[in-house]
């Protein structure tokens, strides 16, 4: 059973020293084979699972193909690359949080999101089926167990302001990656740092019974993609080669999960043979991704909202997570979708 983290803030260090050095030349999308083929190099942010449905199903059925690109989808060798990565030119696009692009702001990366992934949050409150608690209120005197990671610290404390507890009526417990282990074994009654389309469905089909699950959005926390597709900002302004083969790739990838959200049998076929999770877990986490990823009536696949990106952004500075002021406008970009949001 594979565990799933959120991020932790970018090594101001390592970037400044990067970009000190110039040490990275800008990696500009090349042909392969054919003239009319061109190379994009996509860095992952985990290893594959069911958050990347709408990119492997693209891959699979020949979407990126059609459209005259040969995409090579990378497992990262440590999970603060991604973003640093795309902000260096080392690969073409990365799959990032929202949150991180706010760090990678303070830490002065040139990066925007030129579409979601996941649009919605996946991190959670993830109580203990044996506890039967249905509403937030119910938590005091449970023990909420924590990755040690800003970010869900955050959110635990946002469960103590929207709930009016203490954290003698919740404490906490830093259990590091251990999530669901913690659960398993009773060491904890919930844990903040799941998210709802993995460690829960891992916790149901383990205790055989569904886990309360309360998304960060139910907590106080603003509504935000927990997934996005990152470029370049600096090389979108100045390689006109580059921002022709992210705007084929955002046409072939819309198109592709709109596809995937109508064929959740097919696409749990395809992360069977993608990813290293279970037939078990698959057939049950990738049709709720799906129903997740699936836009909101009156809503377009990867479209950004910036006035909820400011919003998430201000609520990180609120909670200390970043010392800036954000500034969503240079975050995030709809120009490359393939329609108007």
Known sequence: MLSRNTRASISAALGALLFATGAVAAVAPSTAGAASTT??????????????????YAQDKGYFTKAGLSVSLEVPS??????????????????????????GQQEGLPVTAVSTIV???LNSLIVSPKLHVTKLSQ????????????????????????????TKQVPSVNVGENL??????????????????VEAIQIAQEMGQKPTVFPASELGVP?????VLVANRNRLKTDPAYGAA??????????????????????????????????????????YTLSLIKPAP?????????????????WMKSQTLITITPVASVLTTDAYLPYSC
């Open 139 to 166: 938590m005091d005197g449970k023990t909420v167990g924590i990755t040690g990671i800003p970010s869900d610290g955050a959110m635990y404390e946002m469960l103590l302001r929207t709930t009016h507890l203490t």
């Open 246 to 287: 992210i705007k084929k790739f955002l046409s072939a990838l819309s198109a592709a999960t709109t596809a995937a959200i109508a064929d959740p049998g097919g696409t749990t076929t395809i992360m069977e043979h993608a990813s290293q999770y279970t037939t078990k877990f698959l057939k049950v986490s990738v049709p």
């Open 223 to 227: 509504s935000y993609a927990e997934l």
């Open 298 to 314: 009156g809503q377009k696949v990867g479209c950004m909202s910036e006035m909820a990106w400011q919003s998430f952004g201000n």
């Open 180 to 197: 669901v282990p913690s659960i398993l074994s009773g060491r904890v009654d919930a844990i903040v740092g799941g998210y709802r389309n």
């Open 39 to 56: 190379s994009v190099t996509v860095e992952l942010d985990w290893v594959p699972n069911p958050d990347h449905v709408s990119l492997y």
């Open 78 to 103: 440590d999970v603060a690359d991604p973003i640093k990565l795309v902000g260096l030119n080392k690969v073409d696009l990365a799959v990032s949080y929202e949150s991180e692009m706010f760090y």
């Open 119 to 121: 649009p919605v949050p």
